[in-house]
């Protein structure tokens, strides 16, 4: 398999997951010139990819925004309150 066919796999892997290991990437790319490696390392940072030196720095919540950041909120509460609702304006 070549090279770019395993940064393609490593950057898919790391779309499922949400993360890629510093050492899977250090390992694949450390031959290609420093440029390479750091337009590949924007890129998955792009993909919004954190590279973390194990599983669990992995911070699931670090990119969540918008309506997945509500609804995470949401369930975190105990039913007592209604945070993060939107207001009836039918009155």
Partial sequence: MSLSDQIKDLIRTGKDLGYILESNLTDLISTLPEAD???I???IDGFKIQIV???KDYDE???MSGEDAIKFLQNLSDGK????TKE????
């Fill in 37 to 39: 490696q750091k337009y």
């Fill in 41 to 43: 390392r924007n890129t």
């Fill in 53 to 55: 030196n194990s599983k």
């Fill in 61 to 63: 919540l670090k990119y």
């Fill in 81 to 84: 309150y209604s945070a993060f």
């Fill in 88 to 91: 009836d304006k039918s009155d």
